[in-house]
């Protein structure tokens, strides 16, 4: 039995770790933003109440994140992916797969975000889900697709 730094192991089937101490320290973050704005800003100012709002909004999406599911069955030959709580899950086939792809944001040179996705062709239609995302490096998303391809028992390039 291997160990993956991106999955965990149950019986057959392997699932996405999910970083739910980050998420929450994020939306701790975001929280204590908000209120340090309303705070701040005078109430007969309504740019207060807003951008505490915001930030609310964006700390409950960060909560809302730690929910994504991807599980690979390597025997069923099937990866099933929900994006978070609000959405269906879907089962993709290993044969509806085409290949991986990593998506690099940069800023004057330097790497800002790094995300993988699988590219599947389902129902006639391309869709990319996506496998983990990682900031100011490429090779956490390249792990990430190296440890997939281990799994799903196809070589990556």
Same mark, same amino acid.
């Given at each position: 039995?291997?160990? /993956?730094?991106? %999955?965990?192991?149950?019986? #057959?089937? %392997?699932h996405?770790?999910?970083?739910?101490?980050?998420a =929450?320290?994020?939306?701790v973050?975001c929280?204590a &933003?908000?209120? $340090?704005? /309303?705070?701040?800003?005078p109430?007969?100012?309504k &740019?207060?109440?807003?951008?505490?709002?915001? +930030?609310?909004?964006?700390? !409950?999406?960060?909560?809302?994140?730690?929910t994504?599911? !991807?599980?690979?069955?390597p025997?069923?030959?099937t &990866?099933?992916?929900?994006?978070? $709580?609000? #959405?269906n899950?879907?089962?993709?086939?290993f044969n509806?797969?085409?290949? +991986? /792809?990593?998506?690099?944001?940069k800023?004057?040179?330097?790497? !800002?975000?790094s995300? *993988? %996705? %699988?590219?599947?062709?389902?129902?006639?239609?391309? @869709? @990319?889900?996506p496998?983990? *995302?990682?900031?100011?490096?490429?090779?956490s $998303?390249?792990? *990430?697709i #190296?440890? =997939?391809s *281990? &799994?799903?028992?196809?070589?990556? #390039?």
């Amino acid at each position: 039995m291997s160990n /993956y730094k991106y %999955f965990t192991q149950e019986g #057959n089937k %392997f699932h996405l770790k999910s970083s739910m101490s980050t998420a =929450v320290v994020r939306t701790v973050v975001c929280l204590a &933003i908000g209120v $340090a704005v /309303y705070i701040i800003i005078p109430p007969e100012k309504k &740019i207060g109440i807003w951008a505490a709002l915001l +930030f609310l909004l964006l700390g !409950l999406i960060n909560l809302l994140k730690t929910t994504k599911k !991807l599980t690979i069955d390597p025997n069923a030959k099937t &990866i099933a992916h929900k994006n978070n $709580a609000l #959405n269906n899950e879907v089962v993709y086939h290993f044969n509806e797969f085409e290949n +991986f /792809y990593v998506l690099n944001t940069k800023y004057l040179f330097i790497t !800002l975000d790094s995300t *993988a %996705f %699988f590219i599947f062709t389902h129902n006639g239609n391309e @869709r @990319r889900v996506p496998i983990v *995302a990682g900031l100011f490096n490429k090779q956490s $998303a390249q792990d *990430a697709i #190296n440890e =997939v391809s *281990a &799994i799903m028992g196809i070589e990556a #390039n």
